[in-house]
């Protein structure tokens, strides 16, 4: 079956400017979640949503981070005023009960 | 709060070794734990998993891990390492205190397979 998808793959933007990433999340799982993959911090939590409502933005390293999720499927991650920190890979999971499945990832470069 | 510690970034084996990725964890609740594996530029791929029950599970690939609760370790093991296992592994614990729960994930151990 269809797995999670992520889109786009790479994305390339310039310091300043603001970016949005989307994830697809496996049909029927009630749970998705962000991360961040980067050199210096490894994997890290962002934000989770359970149906559209997200109960647990711990994660989300400033308010220049936000995300929502739509009609409990799509979820869209938007980064404003890019920094160069920012620059790492973004990925999205979902999950019907303890098992996340992940998607392949957006990598994004702040230039 | 949870936590996972990966002992060793890189391990290094020849083709038909043994394979033992080392994985503690720390809890504040009986563990969900994971191991996942990712190849270059993919996303992460689910190895095993524990939740409850039996403490020795096996997943895909040839992989096994034992959670071991006197230990607090969940180590991955493989017979006999092949080229394709060539990848970093991530070992991830959950906070399943809700109907969803974060991964909480170490640092990787990169597996390199020599011939």
């Known amino acids: 079956g269809a797995g999670v998808s992520q889109s786009p793959s790479n994305k390339v933007t310039e310091k300043g400017k603001d970016v949005e990433l989307r994830c697809d999340p496996i049909s029927g799982h009630t749970a998705l979640y962000w991360y961040r993959q980067s050199l210096g911090q490894g994997l890290e939590f962002l934000i989770y949503f359970q149906g559209n409502s997200a109960p647990d933005k711990s994660g989300l390293p400033s308010d220049r981070f936000s995300a929502e999720r739509t009609g409990g499927s799509v979820s869209t991650l938007t980064i404003q005023r890019t920094q160069q920190e920012d620059s790492a890979v973004y990925l999205c999971?979902?999950?019907?009960?303890?098992?996340?499945?992940f998607g392949p990832g957006t990598r994004l470069l702040v230039l | 709060a949870q936590s996972v510690t990966q002992l060793g970034s890189h391990v290094s084996v020849s083709e038909g070794a043994l394979v033992l990725l080392r994985c503690n964890y720390s809890s504040s609740v009986p563990p969900y734990l994971f191991w996942y594996v990712q190849y270059p530029n993919q996303g992460l791929q689910l190895l095993l998993k524990?939740?409850?029950?039996?403490?020795l599970v096996k997943g895909i690939n040839g992989f096994e891990a034992e959670f071991k609760k006197s230990e607090t370790s969940f180590h991955l093991t493989k017979p006999s390492a092949h080229m394709s296992d060539a990848a970093e592994y991530f070992c991830a614990v959950s906070d399943h205190t809700g109907t969803a729960s974060k991964l909480t994930f170490g640092t990787g151990t990169r597996l390199q397979v020599t011939l």
């Open positions: 999971a979902s999950s019907r009960v303890e098992t996340q499945y």
């Open positions: 524990y939740t409850t029950g039996a403490t």
